[in-house]
């Protein structure tokens, strides 16, 4: 029999999911709405103010063209421009794939070999602070006008940012779970792709995200220095023939292939990576 006066035990507090008493938690449509709305506020604001002050102003449009004037000029070259963002595409597609697959097999290298680790990650380090406008003139020079200078370029411009991701990700491996492996008589190589490469693969899409958006730049500095074809030569010519309205329609080509460049990477990780994205979402 209970004592007199004993208080009674507190009832079990119900889990709010951390939102306040009375205050229903947020639907993730409606939050995924008004985030995607509030995205496009900023550049819908930007494109008015430009499309409106050049023409109050009485702004000469080779020095700031209106956006419709610059849309109406892309669709009047649609031909010339898709011919030279063919080729501008293809150098960034080639050079970028050749850069993922040498940059995985040296960073593997690397995590395996600390002789060679300490010898080239300074190299790797000291290839950043070379301006790629002093490397491109030496590329034709030695390789042409063709597409070995440009994919060479783009070569070196991407392949630090992904070697460093990748060591960066076997570093941060559980050493735990590579232990437990050991004692239950894994090899090297399985401990490897069992555990190394799936923790690596976050930090490894990463450093394809950043390196994704300077693989147009290269090709496209690489091709200011010389080409016969694609959208830095066209943004030369372009700016020597004063058709500013032309410049600024291969700047938005360029903004829109590396857009869309980013998207697929990011497309492409949440394929390989589910669990990763399916662990983030939880966590929110």
Do not use: N
Not at 58 to 64: F, K, L, M, N, R
Not at 184 to 205: E, K, Y
Not at 241 to 248: K, R
């Amino acid at each position: 029999m209970k004592a007199a006066g004993t208080l009674a035990a507190p009832a079990p507090r119900q889990d709010t999911g951390g939102t306040a008493p009375g205050r229903a938690r947020p639907r993730p449509l409606a939050r995924r709405a008004s985030t995607t709305a509030a995205a496009l506020v900023v550049p819908v604001l930007l494109l008015t103010v430009w499309e409106i002050y050049p023409a109050v102003a009485e702004v000469d449009p080779t020095v700031v063209p209106r956006p419709s004037l610059v849309l109406s000029q892309l669709w009047e070259f649609r031909d010339l421009a898709w011919d030279h963002a063919r080729q501008t595409a293809a150098e960034t597609v080639i050079g970028f794939s050749c850069s993922l697959v040498v940059a995985a097999v040296v960073a593997a290298l690397m995590d395996r070999l600390l002789w060679l680790r300490r010898g080239l990650y300074p190299l790797l380090v000291a290839s950043q602070t070379v301006p790629i406008i002093a490397i491109a003139p030496l590329m034709i020079i030695w390789f042409g006008f063709g597409l070995m200078p440009k994919v060479l370029i783009v070569i070196l411009v991407t392949f630090f940012p992904i070697v460093v991701s990748l060591l960066d990700g076997f570093a941060s491996t559980d050493q735990e779970g590579m232990r437990l492996l050991r004692t239950m008589g894994a090899s090297s190589r399985q401990i490897f792709f069992m555990v190394r490469v799936p923790t690596a693969l976050p930090h490894f899409f990463t450093g394809v995200r950043i390196a994704i958006t300077y693989a147009v730049t290269a090709a496209i500095v690489a091709e200011y220095v010389g080409a016969e074809k694609g959208l830095g030569i066209w943004m030369m010519m372009s700016k020597s023939a004063f058709q500013t309205d032309l410049v600024f329609a291969a700047i938005l080509i360029t903004a829109l292939m590396s857009t869309l460049l980013f998207l697929l990477v990011g497309l492409v990780a949440r394929l390989v990576m589910p669990w990763y994205y399916a662990q983030r979402s939880a966590r929110r």
